[in-house]
């Protein structure tokens, strides 16, 4: 049921693009590129909740863009009781980036959605990434072409929850918050941050570990059918 609805938002990773499994896909390159004898699900099991504790510093300004890359690869390396010194950290924190959109998943529906979508309403994107990997990450997954405005947190000098990226890209979208629905995986960023400028909220719960939370939620984006 479309209720008003003419604009949808997305968050990009962990949303539309695969970021778990590309960043896993990157780190299993550059560690073979570089010689890095770690076992890659080891060191991915301690990294991951580490990177998301990194964003959330990195969301309230708390670390800058380059502490990001480089304390989130030496905190993971050292909790593995992997020695790799600082030199090594900082090109791999380079490498990474340069290689993770050349790994190019989406989550299973992603395109059928947005097909399914674009001739409903008008599509945008609202991220924290880094402007110029975001770029990369759709055009090289062939969704660029589907969203009419794209806004990130770089462009707009804050990130979300913050209030002020979500006006900036209704602004852009040239749509009012009572017309706009959000979709995203971070209850915080996504979900809460949206729900402050007035607009409507699906939480995409990929990992379906969320089902008491009083939001609209779905845990695979083909069901988004069920709800726009």
Same mark, same amino acid.
Request: hydrophobic content about 40%; charged content about 30%.
């Given at each position: 049921m479309n209720n008003g609805i003419k604009h949808v938002f997305f968050d990009l990773d962990h949303t539309l693009w695969d #970021?778990?499994?590309?960043?896993?896909? !990157?780190?299993?390159?550059?560690?073979?590129?570089?010689?890095? &004898?770690?076992?890659? *699900? !080891?060191?991915?099991?301690?990294?991951?909740p580490i990177n998301l504790k990194y964003w959330k510093m990195y969301r309230e300004e708390r670390v800058s863009k380059p502490d990001l890359r480089y304390g989130r690869l030496k905190?993971? #390396?050292?909790e593995v009781g992997v020695?790799?010194?600082?030199?090594?950290?900082?090109?791999?924190?380079?490498?990474?980036?340069?290689?993770? !959109?050349?790994?190019?998943?989406?989550?299973?529906? !992603?395109?059928?959605i947005l097909e399914y979508l674009q001739f409903k309403y008008h599509?945008?994107?609202?991220?924290?990434? #880094?402007?110029?990997?975001?770029?990369?990450?759709?055009k090289n997954s062939n969704i660029r072409s589907y969203f009419k405005t794209v806004t990130n947190s770089e462009m707009v000098g804050v990130?979300? @929850?913050? @209030?002020?990226?979500?006006?900036?890209?209704l602004n852009s979208a040239e749509?009012? @918050?009572?017309? *706009?629905?959000?979709i995203g995986d971070s209850l915080e960023a996504d979900i809460e941050g949206a729900?402050?400028?007035g607009m409507r909220t699906i939480h995409f719960d990929?990992? &379906?570990?969320h089902n008491g939370d009083n939001h609209p939620r779905v845990t695979q984006l083909k069901a988004l059918i069920n709800h726009l």
């Open positions: #970021f778990d499994k590309n960043s896993g896909l !990157t780190f299993k390159k550059i560690f073979e590129l570089n010689n890095i &004898d770690i076992e890659l *699900s !080891t060191f991915l099991d301690v990294y991951e905190e993971a #390396f050292d020695h790799v010194n600082d030199k090594m950290i900082d090109h791999l924190s380079v490498t990474y980036i340069d290689y993770l !959109t050349t790994f190019n998943h989406l989550f299973d529906g !992603t395109i059928e599509l945008h994107i609202i991220t924290n990434g #880094f402007e110029e990997a975001q770029e990369r990450k759709m990130k979300k @929850p913050n @209030p002020k990226i979500f006006n900036f890209a749509a009012e @918050p009572k017309e *706009s629905i959000m729900k402050k400028v990929y990992k &379906d570990i």
